[in-house]
């Protein structure tokens, strides 16, 4: 019986929240009766004309009014008779809704309808206006605006403020509010002995300017971004976005108002001449996950990246969940498909492709340059300069013996054996500029590029380099059969181990069938002719392999016997002997499959340079093979009389003795080509970040018939914002800067309050609207409508700063307020939406993780870069990973020890001591992270290699700098990690646990250094390992403190 | 009384006696009231929460879910959905009347050939009512045949690996829903007082093959609390769980003594119930501790038991391991146990890796259904084999005489199901000739999660949770029903 007593009293004071609004005498739509009719209401009687039951809307005033309501008379409206029926035909909401309304909630439909059942409409969609200042009676407590709001409802309440909280706990609330890192105690000690009257203001004035700032807004910034180190979706790869992570940390810093960070954020590419930050900052909408998934089909992706960007573009900015009417109209807030649709088409001209890359970036994309090595460029560059200077006086004084050495090369030409003439395919590849080839032999005959090659200088002028993948289509050329006798190949320069096919036709698919000359991974050379691999088949291999970075010429002559020992190879006009490793063909080679340089179909693959491919119709004997290997390249040039060369001829055979018979020359082009690799290198960009770019040629935008990518509806529709929102500003254009544009006009009623409420929720726990994803008309109403709006107003004013939106907030009464508890305002009020106290609440995980290392002196205080990646348990990734990889690779030094808001984030396997404290995933956008309260959380920081480095550490300072006693130690400790001194009764509990861990330590030495050696950091102080073994278990009781954890 | 609901009824009294003359009753007694708002998260002294739901909507045939999941996509044709007619048109192009247009993934679309494939093994008919399976590679699973219901007609919109799996595994191909095991954490509660409600092992077949996700256990928008522990074979069973080398269990205890004083000091200056809450968590931290390695530890296991699961599961990781895990949990009351097993992705080497995954499998799950049974667990514990969609009838790249491979094939596919209130020795829809279209009695992957809901006596269309305004459901809203004729 008692106990029936007690859950009564309980019930009581739970019920005074959830009625209090029935007992006073005004029923606000917005508040009471708007959520209510969307909650139970709107799935059938709202926007929503598809699911729409007897053609009665409740969203719409006139129509609700025409029908269903009669102002001031329940017992007349249709509404009301439902409510209450008995009837289960006729009770609303029906059984199957799974919904009910309890009788406190029909009762206020009663006295809403009592009182003229007034309407407005939804809260969110109204533009905000500042109200005046509420009167309040203890006007002497308000420090600001913000407190009259605050109190006038406290008042209303008959409650009280909490006294403000001391400076100690008020220092600690602001660092780690506004830095996300603890006080120093030098920090701590001035503030509380600095008696002037702005001594608090001074304080957040030197928090908001300490590059740290910048850093703890960008944590949350990058949840809502939903930003990662890898790709998301099936490999979840590699990427580099980490340039776009700096860019709003500095923005946060350089306080950039928040119209302009949106801006640049959303659109930062069309800006006019839009700076390099302008384009990083764009980088936002490309933080979604992409795939790379092999059978993906990619339109679906296309679509779906599309979708995400409009969801976290309407998360963000306007706390509207405009996804939901992706498939159909929303179903409680007025915004239909085809509005989607229009607001979809934003994004749906976005250059980017459904299929991206597995590892790195994908266009469009901002190269960012180096700013070390930039610094190096202008002195390489002119070197160059200097260089190329000396080369062209050298090669200007040659002209004597450039004259004799080419009366002795025209000697030389009469004297060689002639190249044979009956040629049938011959590309020398001299004058490619782009994709075409041309078969000089028959100029009909043209060849095309595959792929991207660079055209180099090679052996005779002009030559080709393949990437490997990459090659060279000619056709359907030299199709011969293994009783035909032919000979094929040409000059090729590899590096060393390179392998694949100079040329080939040859089928993959079908056994191989065909023909090659291949250069092996070794330099050896084989020939195949294949009518079925490895049964049917002739392969000779060379005995000896080719020098890497050099010419070689290698050619191969069959004849037409159908035996291994028909076929021989030359290198360099030398007969190499070969072993045979089969020799049984007896069917057709031939193949429909054409024949290519650099490739067969599909594989081996060349990586190399390759110049002046020949094929001949018959087998070609040895001389008339050396003939066409030791033809000098300038042969047809020095063949033309003298007098007869043109000016690029003399300029051909001018380079050519330069390059190769010149000494001096040679010697400072290797330096020059030494000083343009290295310009190459610096020129390369530090990194790139992937950006939003529109289509040259926009695509269409169809409404998608319950949202299916591959269902579009005959339905086109332009660009456009909701028209329940304020239309865009004449001028503005009709694209994703326009309404980037738009989310700032005065009118519009969401950003601001958007904004601003999330500033609130990280100041206080919570923010005035509790779901901050959701401003709609299934969102949470605001705990204090007027603040909210006032704020919102006043940030607009402002010019949209943050700063001082910040600032304003900390400074006033209601922010300082101590967090104590007592029971009773804790059963009037748990979750402080009144806030009759200061908010108390567990630091979120970057937090956690970057007190301990300050802490322990151990924080690494170095902006920005790629992502680093700390300890974290073995084979995490390989468990989840596509093949097991890529495999994680811990980074080491101070990498170790970042600010977490660095660390890198694999999203299919984020670091576990974040994840644990309820960081999220960031696959998707988020506004609020949870806050559980877990054993796993508690093995962190007791375990984890991090936090126990990080105790080490902090003992290690405790005992250099904590004083002689144990005492003053146990005193020291306890005030660095919560700002405060201990009681007697704490400081006795942490001796305690000290002398326990004394005695164990001094009796096993062994487990002590093992304790004090984890981590990979250096001690900077030789310390007795018990004695620091002691205290570090001490130290990681401290770190472990629930006050060390929360922000109180 | 419903299991379930008994522990519940139980679980309240203890709370209310434990807790009822501190500030942590009025949070315990909210939630207890039906307040399931996913932010307000009230906390108890024990892993042991309450669920959601506070009791299920009727009565529960099952009490826990081991889902076996096979990642990759295994072929129901070589293993569940043999006909002897593929024998005859092995070799034969499939014709586009079958294929009726269907979407092929990108890596056979451009596919010229779609030559028909007949399982390369040997089929024979088992159990009473004589329903084929694959006799060459399960032994084993053919022997319980009369333990198991084979679902031929499970079927996905999905035809690629990571929208389907986070799509079985979710509930939809969207990212950001909590898992089905975070769900029943949520809704059900966790009835043990040192083990979590919901955990997942990995192993890994013929090779790693496809990536899995964290976001296949994790909890979406529910608390993070309800995400699948991964219970791990190297290094600590549970992330960080052993105490750094140096510091040994007695002085963890001492210190642990002091952080709970001091801690409870902190609540007697503050006042904020949260503070209770954390002293009960190291408290439950330092449980796991001891609990854990011991759930961990196999040789407590009789030699017989160990002969029935085979000479695999002395092996740390491998999935017989895992089953016998599995079993031990069950026994614990762990709730939901998810092993997921990797490599079934055989779009080449079919006959060879389908081979080498079977062998991996085929003893273990028969042992964990027949372990199960024997010690009258099976009858409340529901066992699921299968993966996220089936493969296609057709050879991707080249077929010759031993050799194979088979593209994805979400259309139809195969899953069995055991125990926990399903049928036994039953067999539930047909496809056709060419295991490619479903002639009857269709089970799309959401109708398969509603009656797996339905035996823990959850009404899925009544389990929601509000989140962005809407109400959302494991389910889905696209009509997903519970098969009645799947369970007893």
């Not at chain 1, 998934?293 to 509207?320: F, N, Q, S």
Request: with cysteine; charged share 25%.
């Amino acid at each position: 019986m008692i106990r029936f007593l007690w859950i009564l009293t309980v019930l009581f004071f739970l019920s005074t929240e959830t009625v209090a609004h029935a007992q006073t005498d005004e029923i606000r739509f917005d508040r009471d009766i708007r959520p209510l009719l969307s909650n139970n209401c709107f799935h059938c009687h709202g926007p929503d004309d598809e699911n729409r039951e007897a053609e009665l809307r409740l969203d719409i005033e006139e129509e609700a009014k025409s029908s269903a309501i009669v102002p001031g008379k329940p017992n007349e409206s249709e509404l009301y008779a439902r409510l209450i029926s008995d009837d289960p035909d006729l009770k609303m909401p029906p059984a199957n809704s799974n919904k009910e309304l309890t009788p406190e909630q029909i009762k206020l439909f009663k006295k809403w309808i009592e009182q003229g059942a007034k309407w407005k409409k939804h809260w969110s969609f109204t533009a905000p206006k500042q109200s005046p200042l509420p009167k309040v009676k203890a006007n002497h407590w308000a420090r600001n605006s913000i407190d009259y709001f605050i109190l006038h409802r406290l008042e209303k309440e008959k409650l009280k403020p909490a006294k403000e909280a001391d400076r100690r706990t008020l220092i600690r609330r602001l660092s780690f509010d506004l830095t996300g890192l603890p006080p120093k105690l030098d920090e701590v000690n001035a503030f509380v002995n600095d008696k002037s009257a702005n001594a608090y203001e001074k304080l957040i004035d030197r928090l908001l300017k300490s590059p740290r700032y910048g850093e703890r807004m960008a944590v949350n910034w990058l949840d809502a971004a939903r930003y990662g180190d890898t790709s998301v979706y099936h490999a979840d790869g590699f990427r580099e976005m980490w340039a776009w992570r700096d860019r709003v940390v500095d923005s946060y810093n350089e306080n950039l108002p928040f119209n302009q960070f949106s801006i640049e954020q959303l659109a930062g590419d069309m800006l006019p001449a839009p700076t390099i930050k302008q384009q990083i900052a764009a980088g936002f909408n490309r933080n979604n996950g992409t795939t790379d998934e092999g059978g993906l089909i990619p339109e679906e992706y296309r679509v779906e990246y599309a979708v995400d960007r409009v969801k976290t573009t309407a998360t963000v900015w306007m706390g509207l969940t405009m996804e939901c009417c992706q498939c159909h109209e929303h179903k409680y807030d007025p915004i239909s498909q085809e509005d989607y649709y229009r607001f979809f088409a934003f994004f749906n001209v976005s250059a980017d492709e459904g299929k991206q890359s597995r590892e790195r970036n994908s266009s469009p994309l901002v190269k960012i340059a180096d700013p070390e090595k930039e610094k190096q460029l202008p002195g390489v560059q002119s070197q160059i300069a200097e260089l190329q200077n000396k080369k062209d006086i050298h090669s200007k004084s040659v002209d004597v013996a450039l004259e004799k050495w080419i009366l002795q090369s025209e000697k030389q030409i009469r004297k060689q054996k002639p190249v044979p003439k009956d040629i049938s395919l011959h590309f020398p590849l001299n004058k490619g500029k782009d994709k075409s080839v041309v078969n000089s032999a028959h100029p009909e005959q043209k060849g095309e590029v595959r792929g991207k090659v660079d055209w180099v200088k090679a052996r005779f002028g002009q030559g080709l380099k393949l990437d490997g993948k990459a090659y060279v289509h000619l056709g359907d050329v030299a199709n011969y059969e293994r009783t035909d006798s032919f000979s094929y190949g040409g000059w090729v320069w590899v590096d060393p181990k390179a392998s694949g096919a100079l040329l080939a036709r040859m089928d993959d698919g079908n056994k191989n069938r065909g023909y090659d000359i291949l250069i092996n991974g070794d330099g050896k050379i084989s020939v195949h002719l294949i009518n079925e691999w490895p049964k049917n088949a002739i392969k000779v291999i060379t005995k000896k392999g080719i020098k890497a970075h050099q010419w070689n010429h290698i050619f191969a002559v069959y004849d037409g016997s159908s035996k291994a020992k028909g076929v021989q190879v030359y290198v360099n006009g030398e007969f190499w002997e070969c072993a045979t490793e089969k020799d049984g063909l007896t069917k057709s080679i031939k193949t429909d499959k054409s024949l290519r340089i650099g490739s067969r179909n599909p594989g081996s693959r060349l990586k190399g340079q390759v110049d002046d491919i020949q094929v001949y119709s018959r087998n070609l004997n040895h001389e008339e093979v050396q003939a066409i290997a030791e033809k000098n390249p300038l042969d047809s040039v020095l063949a033309i009389e003298s007098k007869k060369r043109t000016d690029d001829q003399k300029k051909h055979i001018r380079e050519f003795y330069l390059e190769n018979e010149d000494a001096g020359y040679q010697e400072l082009a290797k330096k020059y080509n030494a000083l343009k690799s290295k310009e190459e290198e610096l020129l390369k960009p530090l990194t790139t970040v992937m950006i939003m770019s529109d289509q040259k040629k926009p695509r269409d935008t169809f409404v998608l018939a319950r949202g299916s990518y591959d269902s579009p509806t005959e339905k086109k529709v332009q660009p456009g914002t909701p028209p329940v929102l304020p239309p865009m500003t004449k001028g503005f254009p009709a694209n994703r800067l326009g309404m980037a544009q738009w989310l700032f006009q005065d009118n519009h009623p969401l950003t601001a309050r958007v904004a601003v409420n999330r500033y609130w929720q990280m100041l206080f726990g919570a923010g005035f609207v509790s779901t901050p994803e959701d401003f709609g008309s299934q969102g949470e109403f605001p705990t204090h409508p007027e603040l909210l709006d006032w704020l919102a107003v006043d940030f607009r004013k402002s010019g949209w700063d943050v700063k001082k939106m910040i600032k304003q907030i900390v400074m006033s009464a209601t922010y300082r307020q101590s967090s104590q508890i007592s029971k009773e305002l804790f059963e009037i009020d748990p979750e402080n939406k009144l806030l009759a106290r200061g908010a108390r609440f567990r630091l979120q995980s970057e937090f956690i993780r970057d007190n301990a290392l300050a802490l322990g002196n151990l924080l690494v205080n170095k902006k920005g870069g790629p992502g680093v990646k700390t300890y974290q348990p073995p084979g995490l990734w390989k468990e989840v990973g596509l093949g097991g990889k890529p495999l994680f690779v811990q980074d080491h030094g101070e990498k170790l020890y970042r600010r977490s808001l660095y660390t890198y984030w694999k999203r299919s396997a984020p670091p576990p001591n974040m994840q644990i404290f309820d960081a999220p995933t960031r696959e998707k956008c988020s506004v609020r992270r949870p806050r559980t309260n877990t054993p796993l959380q508690a093995l962190v920081v007791l375990n984890d290699v991090q936090f126990v480095e990080a105790s080490r550490n902090f003992a290690q300072r405790i005992i250099s700098d904590g004083g002689k006693n144990k005492k003053d130690r146990a005193i020291y400790a306890f005030e660095l990690a919560t700002s405060r001194k201990p009681t007697n009764v704490e400081l006795n509990v942490i001796l305690e646990v000290l002398e326990h861990a004394r005695k164990r330590y001094l009796n096993d030495p062994k487990a002590a250094k093992k304790l004090i050696s984890i981590g990979e950091s250096q001690g900077t102080v030789k310390l007795d390992a018990a004695e620091h073994a002691t205290w570090t278990v001490v130290a990681n009781m401290i770190l472990n403190l629930d006050e060390t954890l929360t922000r109180e | 009384m419903n299991p379930i609901e008994e522990y519940n009824i139980q679980l309240t009294r203890r709370e209310m006696l434990s807790t009822s003359r501190t500030c942590l009753g009025a949070a315990a007694l909210a939630s207890l009231l039906g307040s399931s708002s996913v932010s307000n998260g009230a906390n108890k002294e024990t892993l042991k929460l309450r669920g959601a739901l506070g009791k299920p909507h009727f009565p529960a045939k099952a009490k826990r879910v081991i889902y076996l999941f096979m990642a990759g996509g295994p072929s129901h044709i070589d293993m569940f959905d043999y006909k002897p007619i593929l024998k005859e048109i092995h070799g034969k192009e499939l014709p586009e009347s079958i294929r009726g247009g269907q979407r092929l993934t990108g890596m056979t679309s451009e596919q010229k050939s779609f030559p028909w494939v007949a399982p390369m093994f040997k089929f024979k008919k088992f159990g009473e009512r004589g329903t084929w399976m694959n006799a060459d590679l399960l032994p084993n699973i053919s022997a319980i045949a009369d333990d198991i219901t084979i679902i031929r007609t499970m079927n996905t919109e999905a035809i690629n690996h990571d929208p389907a799996i986070t799509y079985i595994n979710t509930g939809t191909q969207q990212l950001g829903r909590p898992s089905f095991g975070s769900w029943l954490s949520y809704g059900l509660g966790s009835p043990t007082e040192d083990l979590p409600a919901y955990v997942t092992m990995i192993s890994v077949g013929s090779n790693p093959g496809q990536a899995l996700y964290s976001r296949l256990w994790g909890s979406g928008f529910l608390p993070s609390r309800h995400q699948g522990v991964q219970f791990r074979s190297a290094g600590d069973p549970v992330l960080y769980l052993s105490n750094p080398d140096g510091l040994d269990r007695p002085l963890r205890r001492k210190m642990l003594d002091g952080l709970a004083k001091l801690n409870s000091e902190k609540f007697a200056q503050m006042g904020d119930p949260e503070i209770k809450a954390r002293i009960a968590q190291y408290e439950m931290a330092f449980r796991m501790q001891t609990s854990v390695p011991e759930l961990m530890d196999l040789s407590a296991e009789s030699k017989s038991t160990h002969e029935m699961y085979g000479p695999q599961a002395k092996k740390k990781g491998s999935f017989a391991s895992n089953c016998m895990l599995a079993r031990r949990m069950a026994e614990r009351g762990v709730p939901f146990i998810q092993l997921f097993h990797r490599g079934w992705d055989q779009h080449g080497s079919l006959p060879k890796n389908l081979r080498i995954n079977c062998e991996s499998v085929d003893q273990p799950v028969a042992a964990l259904i027949k372990d199960l049974k024997q010690r009258g667990m099976l009858e409340d514990t529901v066992v699921i084999f299968g993966g996220e969609f089936g493969r296609t009838i057709y050879s991707q790249g080249k077929l010759t005489k031993d050799n194979h491979g088979r593209d994805h094939h979400g259309r139809c596919f195969s899953t069995w199901v055991a125990g926990g209130g399903f049928k036994a020795g039953f067999d539930y829809g047909e496809t056709d000739d060419f295991c490619y279209n479903i002639v009857k009695d269709p089970v799309h992957i959401s109708d398969l999660n509603a009656t797996i809901l339905h035996c823990l006596g959850i009404d899925h269309e009544r389990f929601t949770v509000k989140h962005q305004g809407l109400d959302w459901r494991l389910t889905g809203v696209d009509g997903a029903k519970v098969v009645k004729d799947l369970i007893t």
